[in-house]
């Protein structure tokens, strides 16, 4: 049976922390939260009015499948506890089904752990400008969407709520972390990356780019948190017809923003509604990259 759709939740008895983009947060105790991925999406860091349906569920199922088998590369934030035991209400636990886990409370380093195989948006303008990505010298004359000769690690701010992440170095990211950590982020970053980009080319999905966040535990142990891997924090493109030069076609948000680069607007809040048949075509490719990756 269907799902229902999920804009905005607020669950009674329990305290709402934080309402981002895509998640709102709330507290399980001292030690956890409670995180629920609705159906909202955002584009250019501004949320759009009209929900994805089913778009928090793949988020959360295909997170969940990353979390699962990349636990000998970083741990992860999931405690494994079930919903139920915060959420009494029916209606309320059928809303959540799905879309909603209970993990641990840490401290959330202040960047986004970008890591890039393919030469395509923010990475394809920096490249252009200065022939490097987040200081990293490439190749000359590399066409759009080109392989790069390694995947790099090309990190970002964490901006607020509509403001833009913004590229950084890893002399920044050692400023901003200290160089050891820094370090740490960076190679758990790449293999992460690898490990998820030789799994999804065996189901016929380029992982273009990809970024993740991590938090540190009481012990500073690197943790991995948020999401991993999905349509929101990653360019997915089908193999078998990606060709250098072009941009490809893409089983994520990319095609909300191609349509909406078409519009007349300034990319600020608020957002311009999504036609039917644009929620229903993102809709079916949140899906079928579920569906490649775990099934």
């Not at 607020?10 to 609705?38: P, Q």
């Amino acid at each position: 049976m269907e799902s229902q759709t999920v804009f905005r939740t607020s669950l009674r008895g329990l305290e709402k922390l934080h309402e981002g983009k895509v998640r709102d947060i709330y507290s399980a105790g001292a030690d956890a939260l409670l995180i629920v991925t609705t159906d909202r999406l955002s584009a250019f860091d501004v949320v759009l009015p009209d929900p994805i349906p089913g778009k928090g569920r793949v988020l959360n199922e295909i997170s969940n499948f990353w979390f699962a088998r990349t636990r000998h590369i970083v741990p992860n934030h999931l405690t494994g506890r079930s919903v139920t035991e915060l959420v009494a209400e029916p209606a309320e636990r059928a809303a959540l089904e799905g879309r909603a886990v209970i993990v641990r409370r840490l401290k959330a380093l202040p960047l986004e752990a970008v890591v890039r195989g393919y030469l395509i948006g923010s990475g394809w303008k920096d490249y252009r400008k200065t022939g490097a990505v987040c200081g990293v010298s490439l190749p000359a004359d590399l066409p759009l969407a080109s392989k790069l000769p390694a995947p790099i690690f090309t990190p970002a701010t964490k901006a607020g709520a509509g403001k833009h992440d913004e590229n950084i170095s890893f002399a920044e990211v050692e400023k901003l972390i200290g160089a050891p950590l820094a370090a740490r982020v960076r190679d758990t970053a790449l293999a992460l990356y690898q490990f998820a980009a030789a799994h999804a080319l065996s189901r016929g999905i380029i992982i273009a780019d990809t970024k993740f966040e991590f938090g540190l535990d009481e012990g500073g142990t690197l943790t991995l948190i948020d999401e991993a891997v999905t349509p929101d924090s990653s360019r997915f493109w089908p193999a078998d017809t990606y060709r250098p030069g072009t941009s490809p076609p893409s089983f994520d948000k990319q095609f909300v923003r191609d349509y909406l680069e078409a519009l007349d607007w300034n990319k600020k809040a608020p957002g311009p509604k999504l036609p039917p048949e644009i929620i229903a075509r993102t809709s079916e490719k949140y899906r079928e990259a579920l569906a490649r990756l775990t099934r």
